[in-house]
Nanobody, 116 residues
Framework: QVQLVESGGGLVQAGGSLGLSCAAS????????MGWYRQAPGKQRELVAR???????NYADSVKGRFAISRDNAKNTVYLQMNSLKPEDTAVYYC??????????WGQGTQVTVSS
């Protein structure tokens, strides 16, 4: 069974930084698109950042210039570096994998809370 395990969430003050990691098991991410989504209370889940297998990236407008997605295929891991955090970044962050077959998988989520 495919597993995506996120880590790195927590509580940080506004203006601070956090780094998230997502380690995949029982799946090779090399040819997969990897992404981070988030869901705040009462809101729909939204795309934060995405990276294709060849390294193309796209970001939500709200995080451009502050967040950076990266991947280490050798470690089967995707990262999200979050800088200049704002209270509105508070949400549960989910790792997502989309394989070339169309299969997709989600992590269990990690809470990020930004205090003002």
């Amino acid at each position: 069974q495919v597993q995506l395990v996120e880590s790195g969430g927590g509580l940080v003050q506004a203006g601070g930084s956090l780094g998230l990691s997502c380690a995949a098991s029982r799946i090779m991410i090399t040819l997969s698109a990897m992404g981070w989504y988030r869901q705040a209370p009462g809101k729909q889940r939204e795309l934060v950042a995405r990276m294709t297998a060849i390294g193309s990236t796209n970001y939500a407008d709200s995080v451009k210039g502050r967040f950076a997605i990266s991947r280490d295929n050798a470690k089967n891991t995707v990262y999200l570096q979050m800088n200049s955090l704002k209270p509105e970044d508070t949400a549960v962050y989910y790792c997502h994998v989309l394989r070339t077959s169309g299969s997709e998988y989600w992590g269990q989520g990690t809470q990020v809370t930004v205090s003002s």
